[in-house]
Protein backbone atom coordinates (compact mmCIF):
# COMPACT_ATOMS: atom_id res chain seq x y z
CA UNK A 1 0.00 0.00 0.00
CA UNK A 2 1.37 3.45 -0.87
CA UNK A 3 1.33 6.19 1.66
CA UNK A 4 0.48 9.41 0.73
CA UNK A 5 -1.26 11.10 3.11
CA UNK A 6 -0.26 14.72 4.48
CA UNK A 7 0.73 14.62 8.33
CA UNK A 8 -2.36 17.44 9.05
CA UNK A 9 -4.69 14.01 8.65
CA UNK A 10 -2.59 11.29 10.32
CA UNK A 11 -4.42 11.96 13.73
CA UNK A 12 -7.96 11.62 12.63
CA UNK A 13 -6.58 8.67 9.68
CA UNK A 14 -5.24 6.80 12.81
CA UNK A 15 -8.61 7.62 14.75
CA UNK A 16 -11.17 6.19 11.90
CA UNK A 17 -8.42 3.21 11.32
CA UNK A 18 -9.65 1.93 15.23
CA UNK A 19 -13.37 1.89 13.73
CA UNK A 20 -12.00 -0.43 11.15
CA UNK A 21 -12.85 -3.87 13.34
CA UNK A 22 -16.28 -2.58 14.25
CA UNK A 23 -17.27 -0.56 11.21
CA UNK A 24 -19.36 -3.41 9.23
CA UNK A 25 -21.70 -3.57 13.00
CA UNK A 26 -22.45 -0.52 11.44
CA UNK A 27 -22.54 0.42 8.51
CA UNK A 28 -26.92 0.39 7.65
CA UNK A 29 -26.05 3.93 6.50
CA UNK A 30 -23.28 3.02 3.91
CA UNK A 31 -24.77 -0.15 2.56
CA UNK A 32 -28.66 1.95 1.91
CA UNK A 33 -26.56 4.67 0.36
CA UNK A 34 -24.03 2.50 -1.67
CA UNK A 35 -27.38 0.39 -3.28
CA UNK A 36 -29.20 3.77 -4.22
CA UNK A 37 -25.67 5.21 -5.19
CA UNK A 38 -24.92 2.13 -7.78
CA UNK A 39 -28.53 2.16 -9.18
CA UNK A 40 -27.77 5.48 -10.95
CA UNK A 41 -24.20 4.66 -12.13
CA UNK A 42 -23.09 3.07 -15.61
CA UNK A 43 -19.46 2.24 -14.38
CA UNK A 44 -16.78 1.10 -16.43
CA UNK A 45 -12.84 0.12 -15.28
CA UNK A 46 -10.49 1.39 -13.82
CA UNK A 47 -12.54 2.21 -11.44
CA UNK A 48 -11.95 4.45 -8.16
CA UNK A 49 -13.68 4.01 -4.71
CA UNK A 50 -12.52 7.16 -2.86
CA UNK A 51 -12.96 6.60 0.85
CA UNK A 52 -13.35 2.84 0.56
CA UNK A 53 -13.69 1.91 4.10
CA UNK A 54 -13.34 -1.46 4.88
CA UNK A 55 -15.34 -2.16 1.36
CA UNK A 56 -18.81 -1.81 2.21
CA UNK A 57 -19.72 -1.20 -1.25
CA UNK A 58 -17.78 -4.10 -3.26
CA UNK A 59 -20.83 -6.38 -3.33
CA UNK A 60 -21.84 -3.87 -6.23
CA UNK A 61 -18.37 -4.37 -8.27
CA UNK A 62 -19.10 -8.11 -8.81
CA UNK A 63 -18.77 -7.38 -12.96
CA UNK A 64 -15.56 -4.67 -12.24
CA UNK A 65 -11.96 -6.07 -11.83
CA UNK A 66 -9.90 -3.08 -12.23
CA UNK A 67 -10.40 -1.09 -9.22
CA UNK A 68 -8.69 1.13 -6.79
CA UNK A 69 -9.67 1.96 -3.33
CA UNK A 70 -8.30 5.20 -1.79
CA UNK A 71 -8.37 5.91 1.91
CA UNK A 72 -7.05 7.88 4.79
CA UNK A 73 -6.90 5.22 7.26
CA UNK A 74 -4.28 2.29 7.03
CA UNK A 75 -6.58 0.31 9.27
CA UNK A 76 -9.66 0.23 7.45
CA UNK A 77 -7.40 -0.48 3.97
CA UNK A 78 -6.02 -3.54 6.12
CA UNK A 79 -9.64 -4.99 6.62
CA UNK A 80 -10.74 -4.56 2.89
CA UNK A 81 -7.91 -6.45 1.55
CA UNK A 82 -8.58 -9.88 4.01
CA UNK A 83 -11.83 -9.70 1.71
CA UNK A 84 -11.38 -7.80 -1.33
CA UNK A 85 -7.51 -8.96 -1.89
CA UNK A 86 -7.59 -8.52 -5.46
CA UNK A 87 -8.43 -4.68 -5.47
CA UNK A 88 -5.49 -2.44 -5.53
CA UNK A 89 -5.02 -0.46 -2.15
CA UNK A 90 -3.87 3.10 -1.35
CA UNK A 91 -3.74 5.01 1.57
CA UNK A 92 -4.31 8.68 0.66
CA UNK A 93 -6.03 11.84 0.92
CA UNK A 94 -9.30 12.39 -1.92
CA UNK A 95 -7.44 16.04 -1.91
CA UNK A 96 -4.16 14.72 -2.98
CA UNK A 97 -4.44 11.85 -5.21
CA UNK A 98 -1.30 9.51 -6.14
CA UNK A 99 -2.72 9.12 -9.28
CA UNK A 100 -1.85 10.24 -13.22
CA UNK A 101 -4.20 12.25 -14.61
CA UNK A 102 -6.95 10.68 -16.88
CA UNK A 103 -6.32 7.39 -15.77
CA UNK A 104 -9.49 6.47 -14.11
CA UNK A 105 -13.06 5.51 -16.12
CA UNK A 106 -14.82 6.00 -13.04
CA UNK A 107 -15.03 7.67 -9.32
CA UNK A 108 -17.60 6.79 -6.74
CA UNK A 109 -17.34 8.06 -3.39
CA UNK A 110 -19.73 6.44 -1.04
CA UNK A 111 -20.67 8.32 2.28
CA UNK A 112 -17.00 9.75 2.71
CA UNK A 113 -15.95 13.25 0.72
CA UNK A 114 -17.88 15.42 3.84
CA UNK A 115 -15.19 14.67 5.90
CA UNK A 116 -12.85 16.66 3.42
CA UNK A 117 -11.55 20.28 4.65
CA UNK A 118 -12.10 21.30 0.70
CA UNK A 119 -14.50 19.63 -0.99
CA UNK A 120 -14.11 21.56 -4.10
CA UNK A 121 -10.35 20.09 -4.26
CA UNK A 122 -10.76 16.69 -3.49
CA UNK A 123 -13.73 17.58 -6.60
CA UNK A 124 -11.09 19.28 -8.77
CA UNK A 125 -8.78 15.82 -7.95
CA UNK A 126 -11.72 14.07 -8.99
CA UNK A 127 -11.62 16.02 -12.34
CA UNK A 128 -7.95 15.49 -12.93
CA UNK A 129 -8.01 11.40 -12.70
CA UNK A 130 -11.14 11.21 -14.54
CA UNK A 131 -10.58 10.32 -18.27
CA UNK A 132 -12.74 12.72 -20.73
CA UNK A 133 -16.58 11.32 -20.57
CA UNK A 134 -15.69 9.55 -17.18
CA UNK A 135 -18.44 9.58 -14.87
CA UNK A 136 -18.11 10.71 -11.16
CA UNK A 137 -20.38 9.08 -8.55
CA UNK A 138 -20.84 10.18 -4.91
CA UNK A 139 -23.25 10.20 -2.08
CA UNK A 140 -22.35 13.00 0.61
CA UNK A 141 -23.92 13.65 3.63
CA UNK A 142 -25.52 16.98 3.78
CA UNK A 143 -27.33 19.96 5.68
CA UNK A 144 -29.64 19.29 8.45
CA UNK A 145 -28.66 15.79 8.96
CA UNK A 146 -28.75 14.08 12.40
CA UNK A 147 -31.47 16.98 13.69
CA UNK A 148 -32.29 14.78 16.25
CA UNK A 149 -29.21 15.10 18.38
CA UNK A 150 -29.24 18.94 17.47
CA UNK A 151 -32.81 19.06 19.26
CA UNK A 152 -31.02 17.22 22.26
CA UNK A 153 -28.72 20.10 21.96
CA UNK A 154 -25.57 17.70 21.32
CA UNK A 155 -22.66 18.60 19.09
CA UNK A 156 -23.44 17.66 15.48
CA UNK A 157 -21.03 18.55 12.60
CA UNK A 158 -21.57 21.17 10.49
CA UNK A 159 -22.61 19.52 6.48
CA UNK A 160 -22.64 21.34 3.32
CA UNK A 161 -26.09 22.24 1.64
CA UNK A 162 -27.18 20.37 -1.63
CA UNK A 163 -26.56 23.70 -2.99
CA UNK A 164 -22.70 24.29 -1.39
CA UNK A 165 -21.78 20.89 -2.55
CA UNK A 166 -23.16 21.31 -6.19
CA UNK A 167 -20.96 24.86 -6.26
CA UNK A 168 -18.14 22.92 -5.53
CA UNK A 169 -17.90 21.49 -9.26
CA UNK A 170 -17.29 24.23 -11.60
CA UNK A 171 -19.36 24.09 -14.60
CA UNK A 172 -16.89 24.32 -17.23
CA UNK A 173 -15.45 21.11 -16.14
CA UNK A 174 -18.36 19.04 -15.55
CA UNK A 175 -22.14 18.20 -16.66
CA UNK A 176 -23.90 17.31 -13.63
CA UNK A 177 -26.59 14.81 -14.60
CA UNK A 178 -28.18 14.51 -11.83
CA UNK A 179 -28.38 15.49 -8.12
CA UNK A 180 -30.75 14.64 -5.74
CA UNK A 181 -31.07 15.17 -1.55
CA UNK A 182 -32.67 12.27 -0.02
CA UNK A 183 -33.52 11.64 3.88
CA UNK A 184 -32.28 8.58 5.16
CA UNK A 185 -33.80 7.14 8.77
CA UNK A 186 -32.09 4.55 10.41
CA UNK A 187 -33.82 3.16 13.69
CA UNK A 188 -32.16 1.85 16.65
CA UNK A 189 -33.41 -0.22 19.72
CA UNK A 190 -31.82 2.40 22.16
CA UNK A 191 -29.98 5.79 22.32
CA UNK A 192 -26.73 4.20 23.05
CA UNK A 193 -26.68 1.90 20.28
CA UNK A 194 -27.99 4.93 18.27
CA UNK A 195 -24.51 7.20 19.66
CA UNK A 196 -22.57 3.77 18.76
CA UNK A 197 -23.34 4.08 15.20
CA UNK A 198 -21.70 6.77 14.57
CA UNK A 199 -18.69 6.05 16.81
CA UNK A 200 -18.62 3.03 15.38
CA UNK A 201 -17.94 3.93 11.55
CA UNK A 202 -15.22 6.67 12.91
CA UNK A 203 -17.56 9.60 12.44
CA UNK A 204 -17.06 10.96 15.66
CA UNK A 205 -13.47 11.13 15.24
CA UNK A 206 -14.00 14.15 12.68
CA UNK A 207 -13.30 17.72 14.39
CA UNK A 208 -17.22 19.59 15.85
CA UNK A 209 -17.41 23.03 14.64
CA UNK A 210 -20.28 24.35 16.88
CA UNK A 211 -22.43 27.18 16.03
CA UNK A 212 -21.72 29.91 18.46
CA UNK A 213 -24.55 31.17 19.35
CA UNK A 214 -25.77 27.22 19.99
CA UNK A 215 -26.47 26.32 23.40
CA UNK A 216 -25.10 22.51 23.95
CA UNK A 217 -26.38 19.92 27.03
CA UNK A 218 -23.33 19.35 29.45
CA UNK A 219 -23.44 16.13 31.17
CA UNK A 220 -22.47 15.91 34.83
CA UNK A 221 -23.38 12.33 35.31
CA UNK A 222 -25.87 10.07 35.98
CA UNK A 223 -29.04 11.60 36.44
CA UNK A 224 -28.14 14.12 33.49
CA UNK A 225 -27.60 10.75 31.06
CA UNK A 226 -30.88 9.87 32.25
CA UNK A 227 -32.49 12.98 31.57
CA UNK A 228 -30.88 13.27 28.36
CA UNK A 229 -32.43 9.32 27.59
CA UNK A 230 -35.80 10.33 28.96
CA UNK A 231 -35.87 13.48 26.48
CA UNK A 232 -34.78 10.83 22.98
CA UNK A 233 -37.29 8.83 23.92
CA UNK A 234 -40.11 11.50 22.63
CA UNK A 235 -38.44 10.72 19.45
CA UNK A 236 -39.39 6.83 19.40
CA UNK A 237 -41.55 5.35 16.49
CA UNK A 238 -42.70 2.13 16.50
CA UNK A 239 -39.13 1.00 14.40
CA UNK A 240 -36.78 2.38 17.36
CA UNK A 241 -35.11 5.58 18.11
CA UNK A 242 -34.59 7.83 15.02
CA UNK A 243 -31.62 9.21 13.28
CA UNK A 244 -31.95 10.86 9.80
CA UNK A 245 -29.18 11.94 7.61
CA UNK A 246 -30.12 13.77 4.90
CA UNK A 247 -27.63 12.60 1.71
CA UNK A 248 -27.16 14.06 -1.51
CA UNK A 249 -26.57 12.14 -4.57
CA UNK A 250 -24.38 13.30 -7.30
CA UNK A 251 -24.19 11.96 -10.44
CA UNK A 252 -21.47 13.75 -13.40
CA UNK A 253 -19.40 13.86 -15.95
CA UNK A 254 -16.16 15.20 -16.48
CA UNK A 255 -16.27 17.30 -19.95
CA UNK A 256 -12.85 18.63 -19.87
Excluded at 35 to 60: A, I, N, V
Excluded at 159 to 171: D, G, H, T
Excluded at 200 to 208: F, H, I, K, L, P
Aim: net charge neutral; with cysteine.
Amino acid sequence: MKTAVNQLNIDVANRFSAAASSYHSHDILQRIAAKHLFELMRPTQPLLDLGCGPGTSFTCFNHIDDVICVDIAQGMLRSLKKDFPAYKALCADAQNLPLLDASIATVYSNVALQWCKNLELAVTEANRVLQIGGEFNASIVAENSLYQLSDLRLNVNRFKSEAEILNCFNQDDWQIEQIETRAITVYFDDFKSLLQSIKGVGASTVEVKSQLNQRHVTLRGRGDWQKLLNKAELSRAPEGLPLTYNISFIKARKTR
